[in-house]
């Protein structure tokens, strides 16, 4: 599982996501990105941490 620990814009500290997911988006050039998203455990934000290219 890719990393869990993201930034969160509301507490301003890095945190473990609860309810983590990998999901995709579309990236610059139309290119499909790879990122997780999930919630602050302290404040319930949605954090989001884009990842690394797929090989």
Do not use: H, N, W
Not at 13 to 34: D, L, P, W, Y
């Amino acid at each position: 599982m890719p990393e869990q620990i993201a930034y969160c814009v509301k507490c301003r500290e890095k945190r473990e996501m609860q309810e983590a997911k990998e999901v995709s988006f579309e990236g610059k050039g139309g290119q499909e990105r790879r990122a997780m998203q999930g919630i602050c455990p302290v404040c319930g934000t949605k954090m989001f941490r884009i990842l690394s290219k797929k090989d």
